[in-house]
């Protein structure tokens, strides 16, 4: 199971920094936008941070996909759902194979725990 779990939480190792700030430069070039007169530096910087939570392939589709689906510069609320979508699956079963692994681990301490005898008499 533990292998299982390394291989699973593989899948999900996120973009570098680089990579990302890459990524999202591409879709403003690609994308039309208001100028609303923020910072862009701190827009990047925000997406950045937010987009290093999830894993790198995912990220790089979803961002790909917008570009293909809209003309206009998403929000971080189209941008999060399409990366979540390109990695529900992976999350679901890394959280089913984390519970499963809780569970082992619970069950093994408890046999441990059982397998100490029990001394009435305590020093």
């Known amino acids: 199971l533990a292998i299982v779990k390394a291989e699973a939480e593989k899948m999900m190792i996120p973009a570098d920094d680089i990579t990302l700030l890459q990524e999202l430069v591409k879709l403003r070039a690609l994308t039309k936008h208001r100028n609303e007169g923020y910072d862009i530096d701190l827009l990047l910087e925000t997406l950045v941070d ?4 999830y ?3 995912a990220v790089i589709k979803a ?29 679901a079963l ?8 809780k569970h082992t681990e619970k ?13 009435s008499e305590c020093n």
Do not use: T
């Open 50 to 53: 937010k987009l290093s939570k």
């Open 55 to 57: 894993p790198e392939d």
């Open 94 to 101: 890394l959280d089913a194979i984390n519970k499963q692994y």
């Open 63 to 91: 961002l790909d996909i917008i570009v293909d689906k809209s003309q206009w510069w998403p929000s971080w609320f189209e941008i999060k759902k399409e990366v979540e979508y390109h990695c529900q699956h992976r999350i």
């Open 107 to 119: 069950r093994k301490l408890k046999k441990f725990l059982k397998s100490i005898p029990i001394n």
